[in-house]
C-alpha cells in the first residue's frame, strides 16, 4: 500500500496543535505570526478559556486572535511571558533562526525578548545546516537604506528593498541575499550596530529553545 505524504500545510496545522502543550494554563502566551501561527492561533481558540489571554506580534495576529475571543494585551502592559511561540524561515542545529518572511520580525524580536522561553512551530524545510538560504530581513529607517545596502555588499550580500512594503512600524525591509551565516550571533551582533538598522532578522540572541518540526514521521521535539 503507497502511503501518501503530509502537505506542508498539513505538517504546519500538526505542529501548531502540538504548540498547545506548551502553553501554560492560566497564563498569558506570547504570539508570532505567520501561516504555522495561523494555524496555531485557531488551535489556541480551542482552550481559550484556559489562557489569560495573549501578547502578540503584528497587527496580522491581533486580528486573528481577536475574531477568535482571545484577549490581546500589549507588551507595554506585561512585565513577563512564559511561552512565545512562533514560526520561521529557516532554524539551524542550534536553535537559531532567520526570520521576518512575514514582515513582523521586530514585534516579534519585541515579544520573545519578554518570553522565557522561545518555542519556534516549523515544518521540516525550515530545519537547515547553515543559515542564509532564505534571503536575511532586515527593517531599516528609510533614509538609511542606500549605506545599509553598500555595508551588506562590503559582507558578500545583495540587499534590496522589498517592494511596496511598509511594516507595522511603518519601515522598508530589506532583503539580503547571498550571506552565507557561519556565526549567526556574530553577525547579528555586528549588524545591529549599524545606524538605521530597527531589526535584523536573525535571532540568534532570542534563539529557540524548543522547535516543535513538522516531519512525515511526525512532530520531533528538538531541545536546543
Ligand atoms: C514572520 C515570520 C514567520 O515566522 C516566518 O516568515 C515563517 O512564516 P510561515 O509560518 O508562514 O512559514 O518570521 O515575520
Partial sequence: MTQTQPTQDELKALVAA?????VVTGELVGVGTGSTVDRFIDALAGIRHKVAGAVSSSER????LRGHGIRVFEANE????????????EID???????????????EKIVADLAARFVCIAD???RVQTLGAYPLPVEVVAMASAQIIRRFAAMGGTATLRPGLLTDNGHPILDVRGLSIQDPLAMETEINQWPG???VGLFARHRASLCLLGT?????????
Fill in 93 to 107: 542545529g542550534g536553535g537559531c533562526m532567520i526570520k521576518g518572511g512575514g514582515a513582523a520580525l521586530t514585534r
Fill in 61 to 64: 495576529s491581533t486580528a486573528r
Fill in 216 to 224: 512525515a514521521r511526525g512532530v520531533q521535539r528538538l531541545v536546543f
Fill in 197 to 199: 538598522v530597527v531589526t
Fill in 78 to 89: 506585561i512585565t513577563a511571558l512564559p511561552v512565545y511561540i512562533d514560526g520561521a524561515d
Fill in 18 to 22: 502540538a504548540a498547545l502543550a506548551e
Fill in 124 to 126: 521540516e524545510s525550515k
